[in-house]
């Protein structure tokens, strides 16, 4: 082989490299957030496979739903955030209408009133997950920071409604969530130390006030926590079961598919909100501590592009996506390791269902958009 | 720009941002470090209980049945054995059409339509998985039938498993018992646990009275259960390496019978599908070698269970067969206790060797018009107390019976263990009754029906009144006078079998208080009464007797179900069938040596010396090897 051959292959080979760089930036993707996404992705389908008691049918379902929301991440990254910020009041007034839509003539399952049939069928939860903190983070786009307590009030309403129409599914996860993605907004953008105490404060008769709201199936939630042995059989059950699931798989887990708890169907709905016992049991304590720090970095690189974005919108939206994505993580890992009571939260990425995946994804497209969209501002 | 927006200071806006994503990094990392911390606690802390706990959820301990010990004969026969057979069943969750199954399996005949209401609630309420079991025993026939039609019926399969069998069923059913299924009321008398995985228990007999020897010790195997308890295969999962060890079941015991088929088999055949009972015993021993209640029954009915139907055929026969007569029966025993009641009179000084009577046929009490018969209506003339035996006048026994006194009755008949159990090793049986002036103080609550009468001692000499006796209690009485007073108690089992090792632990006889008797010429004078029964010409039974080759004694005895009024002739040709008179016999031979004592009693046999002595010759024939069915 002459030098030249060698030569040739090696600026060959970083030409190739250098291609799939200039395919992402083309494509508006971040490498370090889409690998790490990628790789809680590959674990994710790993666990499923086992919790789904190894049905491929079940698992390619949820292979080719990871597809579709990595098409919705793929052609959220292509918006730029300032038109993303123009159409985002109609967006979150779309969202508003849906939401009233479902309570009028939307599809009961389960118990609760969720699902919107439009040629597809879909929850308009979902797409509040997004309005919300876009809503948010448009309104106090233009406004000075920290926001004073005119705005503030404003925000709350822009918060609370939606909160509230969704609580009233009842979907008391999602609308959780939607809370928490419009108060981290407020909280990033200055909400004042003191204020935040106060209403910390305020939060424990507002706790009263909502529990006398409360599902008779969600203050058993709640009560269960504070006592599972109480119903063991009952409501306590599924925290007992997923809590023997993780402790049994101590150090090292007892091996991929060999998680007698959720192999036997001790662990209930071991395939959504408690996947994460799976992985306790099968992977043991590393593998939970493994995914724990995939999940770390996925929030640190958007906390990364929030901290580079260029403006306020942007900035708040990109905060905002990151951590509520931590709170998804905490509550499901909180919940099923009998911390908070059971709500409702899959864990992202790694729970069998599709339709928060998309929402997810766009998410994270969104934040791709934002770092790839960057016009260099002098400095 | 937008000009109408507020004066924003992009520095210290990002500033702020900066510090509040630190912030929320910060509060951030403190409620992971919270998952964390938790999951320490849970996966290496709390690793031992939790891991003992998910065990506990998975591994389920299943219990293993014993199998059953085997009875068998005093020459090892097999008198009840485990065979396996094939069950039908049937596993509901993999069943599509259960209606359409069972509608087919019954046309097919593998199961009755009566059945089918019972079967689809059985199928319904249980665990979906857990198989209902549609038939316990299919032919082979039905096997193969089955099996060409089985693609039709998914989820239905015959699956193989033990069944009790009794070979000789009917011949010793009621000595050996039988098997049914376990219900709640035997959970309450045994130990559940060691029953976790049996599904019969023995009801009667020596199958229920040795249930403890036969049944043996319940082993238990660990089994991975999914939260339903279904049951899974361990090797798919891996995870049976951590599995406890398995124990496995300790087999019953064998039981071996004192009984001998042969000879059962002979009394069977004597007693011609009459309706009665035999007991034969080895008086040295007390070991039972023939024990016959008749009508019998098929045992491995209720091995194999049986319809409704069957059941209550069983239970409503005016016959009566599923009754054990021989030890829950319970006859007047008429003329066989006269050798007894003799014993108790020369003992008593009721009378000597040498008194006489004059028999006219009947016996008044003094002061008193009342005719008590004897059964030979012109009488007997003059008889001691030796003809009274062997030509059963009855007027002689009438008229020293006040003098005996019915207490001394009672005392004698007790000695010889009339009117308590013997203590047979089998459950059920009926003490009988001899009555005294107490007992009738106690029986009665009216004060008038307190009293103890003289014509009730008069009736009592002849066995009849309130008198009962078992056949077992008279075949152990006739073991009792054959062995002069020495009394064994009665038993069914002679040995016990460990299954594994072979070793045989041998039942020692129970001896039992003897026969007091103060003067050994009593007992020549009775025995030889007893023996000129069937040796003498004069003898009731000397048709029987006569021509045996080999001396034996007995007495006849013919116990009456009705009383016949006074100055009425009793017509046996007239007289209905059930009511006639029991014949009644006991008997023991050879008389020097005495091997065999032998009670009889045909129901409504009107003549006990003609009726039941023969059947009694042809069990000691056959036993001292003079029969015809002799294997010896």
Partial sequence: MRLSDT????TGKAAALGDVGALMRRLHVDGPLLGGILLICAVGLVV??????????????QLIRLGIALIAMLIAAQMPSDFLRRWTPWGYLAGLILLVLVLVTGEVGQGARRWLDLGIRFQPSEIMKLAVPMMTAWYLHKRRLPPRAGPLLLIAVLIAV????????PDLGTALLIAASGI????????????????AVAAVPGALVLWNFMQDYQKQRVLTLLDPDSDPLGAGYNIIQSKIAIGSGGLFGKGWTNGSQAQLDFLPERDTDFIFAVMGEELGFLGALSLIALYVFVIGRGLYIAVQAPDTYSRLLAGSISLTFFVYVFVNTAMVTGLVPVVGIP????????????????????????????????? | MDLLSPIKDHHSERRLFLARVVFASVVGFLLLGLVIARLVQLQVFDYEAFAAQSQGNRVRIEPVPPIRGLIFDRKGRVLAENLPAYQLELIPEQVADIDGTLEGLAQLGLIEAEEIPRIRDLSATGPRFKPVTLRLRLTDEEIANFAIQRPRFPGVDFQPRLVRHYPHGEAVAHAVGYVGALSREDLQRLDGSNYAGTAHTGKTGVENGFESNLHGD???????????????????????DTLPIDETPEPGENVYLSLDLDLQLAALNALEGRRGAVVAIDPWSGEILALISSPSFDPNLFAVGMSIAQFSALQDDPDRPLFNRAVRGTYPPGSTIKPMLAMAALETGATSLGRKAICRGFFMLPNTTHRYRDWKPEG?????????????????FYEISVDIGIDNMHDYLDRFGLGQPTGIDIRGENRGLVPSKEWKRNAFRNREDQRWFNGETVIASIGQGYMLTTPLQLASAAAALATRGVRYQPHLVAAIEDALTGERTLVEPRRLDDVEIDNPQHWDAVLGAMHDVMQDVRGTAYAVGGNAPYQMAGKSGTAQV?????????????????????ALFIAFAPFEDPRIAVAVIVENGSSGSRVAAPIARAIMDHHLGFGSHATE
Wanted: with cysteine; aromatic share 8%; hydrophobic share 45%.
């Fill in chain 1, 7 to 10: 030569h040739r292959l090696i």
């Fill in chain 1, 48 to 61: 499923l496979y086992s919790a789904v008691g190894e049905n491929m049918r079940l698992w390619l379902n």
């Fill in chain 1, 162 to 169: 939606p909160t509230l129409l969704i609580a009233w599914q």
């Fill in chain 1, 184 to 199: 981290i907004v407020i909280v990033l953008a200055g909400l004042p130390i003191k204020l935040m105490v106060a209403l």
């Fill in chain 1, 347 to 379: 864990l992202p990425l790694v729970s069998f269902g599709g339709t928060s995946m998309v929402t997810l994804m766009a998410g994270f497209g969104i934040l791709m958009s934002i770092q790839t969209h960057r016009k260099l501002l002098p400095h």
């Fill in chain 2, 218 to 240: 319940v082993g238990y195997s660990h089994v991975v259960s999914n939260a339903f308890g279904r049951r899974i295969s361990a090797d798919s999962l891996e995870l049976a």
């Fill in chain 2, 380 to 396: 007997h003339g003059e008889v001691d107390i030796h003809d009274a035996i062997t030509r059963s006048c009855d007027v002689y």
């Fill in chain 2, 562 to 582: 009705f009383s016949v009024a006074q100055e009425e002739e009793y017509n046996e040709e007239e007289v209905e069938e059930r009511l006639r008179d029991h």
